[in-house]
């Protein structure tokens, strides 16, 4: 893939975003039931169930995280292969930055707490900031959010250690009426944004930075990089994994329990070593695309709807899982099964509506 090809490029990312959709809505959806205090995931349900237990690890180990953190870089990334359209460039990216985030706040208020489109708004807004800013800059403003990032888990390793005061929310899968979950799901997503905003920006931004300064060197477009690449992913690929399942399996007797002092320690640490197996695993993909199209062509059209298909996962999950809807609590099984057939849906959809894009990207594309 060489640089005067450059809707290969964007279709290598389509292709990457479109995978990154499957883990969001599998999360989603699996942790639903732990909305507002807990998560990312819940404990397997039925507790007793294998196949629950075997799934909910699996989860746990190799699918959480991987969804957020890959779109944060591919935010980034995207933003860098955009930025040859000067002035005029940036001030559609700043438009649609807005939008982004006029879209985060009513879906979370609405529909989904756990919105990541009003994070990744602020964030993209920071590094639109320094979208003029050359590698070495671009570098030291890496460093000084690693930093950031490593006093943020310090400090939150701290609190999680303070007692606890209060009693638990009602989870917003608990049958009420709309008027009182809407009330419930607004207050947790406007508390929950300030603390990720004041506390949690480092991390997507540092991802997004990642994604800028990539596109910048045309990392997964130069033929330079693929030895340099391939070597990364052949040394670090199988460690990765083993780090993601040590960890996973040394705190899995209390996530298996739903012990919430285990649950908060994952939360703080499960992005370290997805970050790890990401750097590995996305390389990999990139090449193999590169090599065998037919990955490429079965996922890219995904890729160029997953606004829409993210946002309507959200409204599948209020109309099945909520408190407000159906207040429906199926097994984990059962659950993961959904989430897989609505993204599967998701691409055959994308394969049959072809070039057109659904209102909503049209609408954020002008």
């Not at 990154?20 to 819940?42: E, K, Q, R, S």
């Not at 003029?132 to 943020?152: F, N």
Request: hydrophobic share 55%; with cysteine.
């Amino acid at each position: 893939m060489s640089l005067a090809r450059p809707p290969q490029r964007v279709a290598a990312v389509d292709a990457l975003r479109a995978l990154a959709l499957l883990p969001v809505v599998l999360v989603n959806w699996v942790g639903y039931p732990a909305l507002p205090d807990m998560g990312p995931l819940t404990a397997p349900t039925p507790a007793d169930s294998m196949a629950a237990q075997a799934v909910s690890w699996f989860l746990h180990a190799l699918v959480a995280g991987k969804g957020i953190a890959l779109l944060a870089f591919l935010f980034g990334y995207s933003q860098g292969l955009s930025q040859d359209r000067g002035e005029a460039g940036l001030a559609h990216r700043r438009r649609r930055l807005g939008k982004l985030l006029l879209l985060g706040i009513l879906h979370g208020t609405l529909l989904y707490m756990g919105d990541i489109l009003t994070l990744y708004a602020v964030a993209g807004s920071v590094l639109a900031m320094w979208s003029a800013h050359s590698l070495a800059q671009l570098k030291v403003r890496a460093y000084v959010l690693v930093l950031l990032q490593l006093a943020v888990v310090a400090l939150t390793v701290v609190l999680s250690h303070l007692p606890l005061t209060g009693e638990p929310s009602v989870p917003l899968s608990a049958p009420t009426t709309w008027a009182a979950w809407t009330l419930s799901n607004a207050g947790h997503f406007l508390s929950t944004t300030i603390a990720f905003v004041l506390l949690g920006l480092p991390t997507p931004l540092l991802l997004m930075t990642a994604g800028l300064m990539a596109a910048r060197l045309r990392l997964f477009s130069h033929p330079r990089w693929e030895p340099a690449l391939r070597r990364w992913s052949r040394r670090w690929f199988w460690p990765a994994v083993a780090v993601n399942v040590a960890f996973t399996s040394l705190l899995w007797p209390g996530l298996r329990d739903g012990d919430s002092f285990i649950g908060g320690c994952y939360a703080i640490y499960y992005l370290y070593p997805t970050v790890l197996l990401l750097s590995a695993a996305v390389p990999m993909l990139v090449n193999r695309m590169r090599h065998d199209t037919r990955l490429l062509n079965a996922l890219a059209p995904l890729g160029r709807h997953t606004l829409t298909l993210y946002l309507m996962s959200s409204v599948a999950s209020f109309a099945l899982f909520s408190g407000a809807g159906l207040a429906w609590q199926p097994s984990t099984v059962v659950v993961t099964g959904l989430a897989l057939a609505y993204w599967g849906t998701g691409v055959i959809l994308a394969h049959a509506l072809g070039p057109k894009r659904l209102p909503l990207e049209r609408w954020l594309s002008r």
